[in-house]
């Protein structure tokens, strides 16, 4: 059996031995790997009729259309104002869970990535001042 022709040959893997015959079987298996990948993509490219797919987005993007509401915008200005969720929520008599929820919701509808990201996004927008 013949040693797989990517493999080192002897001891030191830096020293790879590979012949002549072995440098035309490689190429040969690429070429003939290369041919099969192309003719599968021809037929892959020629049943296709061309036609588009009308895309309908799901119900978790059409929140992120949605504008926050006047609770969540209030909750924005105190996170800009540099409160942390349990100073929110003492602030408008809310549990830290229900601020914790305003908070996932802005996040969300401003396509924001931290809450940093939402301020500023509030600020671009006008909706806190």
Do not use: W
Request: aromatic fraction near 4%.
């Amino acid at each position: 059996m013949r040693p797989h022709p990517l493999k080192p040959v002897g001891a030191c893997a830096d020293t790879t031995l590979v012949d002549a015959a072995e440098r035309k079987e490689i190429l040969n298996r690429y070429r003939d790997h290369s041919r099969r990948f192309e003719a599968a993509a021809a037929r892959r490219n020629s049943n296709r009729t061309g036609a588009v797919i009308p895309f309908t987005p799901p119900p978790a993007l059409r929140e992120l259309e949605q504008e926050p509401t006047a609770r969540e915008i209030q909750v924005l200005q105190l996170v800009a104002d540099g409160l942390v969720n349990r100073e929110i929520g003492q602030q408008l008599f809310l549990s830290e869970e229900t601020v914790k929820s305003h908070v996932r919701h802005l996040l969300a509808k401003l396509q924001a990535r931290s809450r940093a990201h939402a301020v500023a996004v509030g600020f671009r927008r006008g909706l806190i001042a």
